[in-house]
């Protein structure tokens, strides 16, 4: 237990250091892309990636952290704790691993969840020469979801607007009236942006000379902020039945939920990582899922999202700021060694399941 803490970070830096040392030490090699915003100090900040195992095998996994900055501290443990663990040693022959640390390292070194232009990466891998999917619900509710007077974040008539739309409509719409993604509100939440970000553009770039060419590929994304506390869920977007979902299903079990059906921690989602994996491999036998890790209650977590959105839309200074930063980096990472420990274990698993799903 105390081993697999020492893998977990504290800021952007110490993350980033601590995959980078155990890259070295596991003599990887590692492409850095430096991102064009730099980070709270000044410095610059990566996405880094390393490569285990040789190119052109007939097998490819990718791991990624930090699509959504704030979330990276797991995923960058559960990286950075494999490759310590001497993961590259012991891999099957035909299989490459590649690990793309810190996809949004703006938001991670910013404690943001969303990345330099306020976009939310996650939902920014759509077509953007076609319009941009709607979201009806969100512009209705806008002044709502995201608030822009300090004072409204704390009122009950807020939270009774959206609780009289649950009412109405049902908790799975209301969240994904507000998750689900929009393209309207560049200063609100779950904005996915109008054109590609650097990070989509990156990681684009990385599927194409790291994984493309490989005939059976999988995507494990890493997340956390959506389900029970350190509970692990593997979100499919496929369709029940399909060949990916079904896979999904024989490697990872139970614990595959797909947003088609209704059954995830997650709303239906446009513009993910997911779409842009298998959009760049239409010839591979290619299954991509998300690892989400449940922090804290989800009107908490919303209360954390609305009040740094509300900062940093208001030039970050107030008398709040310290504990607005500390509440939304709580809201994603808990300082919990129980929940660090059910969080590295169920990593773990989750990869060796996808290794040897991959190599059978
Ligand atoms: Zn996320």
Known sequence: MTRALAYFSNDYRTARGRFMVACKTARL???????????????????????????????????????????????SAIQTGLILEGLAARMPPDLRIVMVHAVNPYGFAHLRRVNEDNIDLNRNFIDHDAAPPANPAYDE????????????????????????????????????????????HPDGLFYGGRAPAWSNKTFRQIVRRRIVGAERAALLDI????????????????????PAHARAQAW??????????????????????????????????????????????????????????????????????????????????PDSDTWKTRVWNQGCEAVEQAMAGLCV
């Open 29 to 75: 090699r590692v492409e850095s892309f430096e991102c064009p915003h730099p980070g709270r100090d000044g410095e610059p900040v990566y996405t880094d990636v390393a490569v285990l195992g040789p190119d052109n095998t007939r097998a490819a996994l990718m791991l990624t952290s930090g699509t959504h900055g704030v979330e990276g501290f797991c995923g």
């Open 141 to 184: 509710l806008a002044d709502i979801i995201a608030p822009t007077a300090h004072w409204r974040l704390a009122t009950g008539a807020s939270l009774a607007r959206l609780l009289m739309h649950r009412m109405i409509h049902g908790t799975a719409k209301l969240q994904a009236a507000i998750t689900g993604g929009q393209y309207n």
């Open 223 to 242: 997340h956390t902020g959506l389900g029970p506390h350190g509970q692990g869920e593997i979100i499919s977007s496929d369709m029940p039945g399909s």
């Open 252 to 333: 990872w079990g139970e614990r595959v939920k797909t947003t088609k059906a209704g059954e995830s921690v997650s709303a239906d989602l446009s513009g993910t990582l997911k779409n842009a994996f298998y959009e760049a491999l239409p010839r591979a036998e290619a299954t991509a899922g998300t690892l989400e890790f449940g922090t804290l209650p989800a009107l908490q977590i919303l209360h954390a999202m609305q009040a740094e959105n509300w900062l940093h839309n208001n030039g970050g200074n107030h008398r709040s700021a310290t504990q607005i930063i500390s509440a939304m980096r709580h809201a994603f990472y």
